[in-house]
């Protein structure tokens, strides 16, 4: 299983980003996909999941309310649509996936993207 994660860039403070994940792959739907960021010096977080039916999400307090985590099954690929970025936001921001585990421990993922950096300027 190979990840792609693309999308991001420099905004402005109240901006809005969309990250994407491309997934290789014949089973992309049975694999339960996370976001998660990782701001210079600090460890990797999370930020969302998304079960692989789509069925049920799961976000970080810290963005609850201004990210949305999607998937399009038939295209591979999983998205994060970040609304009202603060600087606080700015990180390298990976996508990754697990099979069979629901939670937000980055360690229990199984494939990871190779990143994509989110800058948010005030």
């Known amino acids: 299983v190979q990840l792609q994660a693309s999308g991001g860039g420099l905004v402005q403070a109240g901006g809005s980003l969309k990250l994407s994940c491309a997934v290789s792959g014949r089973t992309f739907s049975s694999y339960n996909m996370g976001w998660f960021r990782q701001a210079p010096g600090k460890e990797r977080v999370f930020v969302a999941r998304?079960?692989?039916?789509?069925?049920?999400?799961l976000y970080a307090d810290s963005v609850k309310g201004r990210f949305t985590i999607s998937r399009d099954n038939a295209k591979n690929t999983v998205y994060l649509q970040m609304n009202s970025l603060e600087p606080e936001d700015t990180a390298v921001y990976y996508c990754a996936a697990t099979n069979g585990y629901w939670g937000v421990n980055y360690k229990a993922y199984d494939y990871w993207g190779q990143g994509t950096l989110v800058t948010v300027s005030s």
């Open positions: 998304i079960t692989g039916s789509g069925s049920s999400t």
